[in-house]
């Protein structure tokens, strides 16, 4: 108790009224089951709030995660636009991300090895991003005094695809962006072009 609680107890010891039998031990048990009852609630509080919050977040989190743009922002990231330099197709990276599927398949023949990373579609186009490790230093096709961006591209590796059994005919040039991560590691972009 308190101060103020008990300046008021002593103050009504001293009034003399006729008081009902069994009026003290009622109103005693009354303010008893008051107080269990404020601190039943106080401690239903926090339960309830971090219910409502674990509610909330669950929610948001399937919703978020149910959203094609955000999981595909999440897992469609293409490592091909990671290094600093500029590319033909820089602006059409947020297309690319959005439309595409991570792949991760690889084969390795004589020392290298070719990773198939992401397929995009844009449009009229397929785009395969695909990195090559070696395990000597890649050599590049052409002469050194050749530029190094058509040595790259000579370099990179050509896709072909197939539709019934039979090869697809570009509709278009195939078109081919590559660069050196290292003196073992290219990345690069394979551009397909399915109709006109």
Not at 139 to 154: A, F, M, S
Request: proline content about 4%; glycine content about 4%.
């Amino acid at each position: 108790m308190n101060k103020f609680d008990e300046m008021i107890k002593s103050k009504a010891r001293l009034e003399t009224v006729d008081v009902p039998d069994g009026f003290c031990e009622r109103i005693n048990s009354l303010t008893q089951n008051i107080m269990r009852e404020n601190i039943k609630k106080r401690t239903k509080a926090p339960y309830k709030v971090l219910a409502a919050s674990v509610i909330i977040f669950v929610i948001t989190g399937t919703i978020a995660f149910a959203s094609p743009i955000l999981a595909n922002m999440a897992e469609g990231a293409i490592s091909y636009f990671n290094a600093p330099k500029e590319f033909k197709y820089i602006s059409k990276q947020a297309e690319y991300e959005k439309y595409n599927a991570k792949v991760g398949i690889s084969c390795e023949s004589n020392g290298i090895t070719l990773t198939l990373d992401n397929i995009a579609v844009d449009d009229n186009y397929i785009n395969i991003f695909y990195t090559i490790n070696s395990k000597s230093p890649i050599q590049l096709q052409g002469e050194d005094e050749d530029p190094l961006k058509w040595r790259l591209q000579w370099t990179a590796p050509v896709f072909w695809y197939k539709a019934d059994g039979h090869y697809i005919e570009p509709a278009a040039q195939v078109d081919q962006d590559a660069y050196l991560v290292d003196q073992y590691t290219m990345k690069g972009m394979h551009r397909f072009a399915l109709l006109d």
